[in-house]
């Protein structure tokens, strides 16, 4: 934990321009959070350069620090990303509109039909279902059921007959019966593969439709690239929507596949209500995943609480390895001065804040330990070694605890020492391999 809030406590008080170290300091940062939230490791790369690029040498605003006019620069530049503003369905000037849904199985290419079909009604249009997906059991009953309950007529010709022929037909039916939006739900697959493709190119041919709508699951993170990748190869779609995002997706799909297939994110799907479905929004899926680990308020917390300069001698301590006890109070200090611990970590970008309430941070035994510390004399902090069982006896008294956790402690101290060492060595061979920059 301190060592990441050393990272981000960085040197960022610098005031006037930005330099690149104070650019590179938050980037690391913000790095971290887009990979965590599932964008692209290109994607990323050539983001943070894109960033970096901007940020350097630009004036600091007076209201922000440095670091929060990077942030800012991120934000802005991720929304740019993913769109800027939002994109509206396409009508043809020759009625019906003819939507095509297409995506892998369990994406929620009905449902979203469903309720794509309901905020259409609401917009005074007159939609009709058309039931493509004669593979999977129940898919049409299931697409009944959807139209049933956003009250949309639901065209089908049951599971015997060719998906080609369904739309063409469903097509002919939505013109003869006044429909001007004709929205297709078709099968899926598990994976991508060429018979869906070629199927879905024959819909298309056949039915030329205004929107090809590729309907993407957020959870499924990095694949949801290369699907959007396949499919917009063989059928040019003509925008994205991404679904389940009511869940605890990271959201960061939306901007790799905004920046690989370079066509719109039009709707989001908030849930399995028919209601759930709304435009999707850049800016605030931008702050979706700048926020996920909230990157700015952990900066200005470890700004206020650390000395940068004591934080400096540290890490030469840590390096040269005279890390001592009087170090390891000190840093428990400093971690106590920035709040309650949970909602210290639960700050750190990556953190799954739900998943943080089952770890239980125990504050009491953060004091415990600083009561052992405290109880041993200047010597024993220096140089745990000379610790011997009457000494742990009389730091126990002490502290008021017992031998058992004074044991413990030293144990625990020795380890982290050890680990410490092993980070430095590591450092030290990846500089000589000159890797990592
Ligand atoms: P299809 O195979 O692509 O047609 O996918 P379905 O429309 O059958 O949806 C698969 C599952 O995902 C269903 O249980 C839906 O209720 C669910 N689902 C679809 N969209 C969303 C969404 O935006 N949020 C949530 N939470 N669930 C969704
Ligand atoms: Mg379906």
Known sequence: LSEKLQ??????????KLTEKDV?????????????????????KKFIN?????????????????????????????????????????????????????????????????????????????????????YRPAAIKQLEVVGERVSVPVFTMGDKNDPVDI?????????????????????????IDENLMEELQNIKEAVNPREILLVVDSMTGQDAVTVAETFNEKLDITGVVLTKLDGDARGGAALSIRAVTEKPIKFAGMGEK?????????????????????VLSLIEKAQESFDAKKAQELEKRIRNQQFTFD?????????????????????????????LKDLNVDEKELDRIQAIIQSMTP???????????????????????SVQEVNKLLKQFKETKKMMKKFTDMEKTIKKKGKFG
């Open 7 to 16: 990272n981000a406590l960085g040197k960022l008080k610098g005031k006037g």
């Open 274 to 294: 028919m209601e759930q479905l709304e435009p999707f929004h850049p800016d605030r899926m931008a702050s979706r995943i700048l926020g996920m680990g909230d």
């Open 24 to 44: 590179d300091i938050a980037m690391r940062e913000v790095k971290l959070a887009l990979l965590e939230a599932d964008v692209n490791f290109k994607v990323v």
């Open 50 to 134: 894109d960033v970096k690029e901007r940020a350097v040498g630009s004036e600091v605003m007076e209201s922000l620090t440095p670091g929060q006019q990077v942030i800012k620069i991120v934000n802005e530049e991720l929304t740019k990303l993913m769109g800027e503003s939002e994109s509206k369905l396409e009508f043809s000037s020759n009625p019906p509109t003819v939507i095509l849904m297409c995506g892998l199985q369990g994406a929620g290419k009905t449902t979203t039909a469903g309720k794509l079909a309901l905020l259409l009604k609401k917009q005074n249009k007159r939609p009709l279902l058309v039931a493509c997906d004669v």
């Open 327 to 355: 170090d390891f109070l000190d840093q428990l200090e400093q971690m106590k001065n920035l709040g309650p611990l949970d909602e210290v970590i639960g700050m750190i970008p990556g953190v799954n804040t739900k998943k």
């Open 379 to 401: 010597k024993e902090r220096e140089d745990p070694s000379i610790i011997d069982s009457s000494r742990r006896k009389r730091i126990a008294n002490g502290s008021g605890t």
């Open 167 to 191: 739309a063409k037909a469903g097509v002919e039916h939505g013109k003869k019966n006044g429909n001007d939006i004709v929205i297709i739900d078709t099968a899926g697959r598990l994976h």
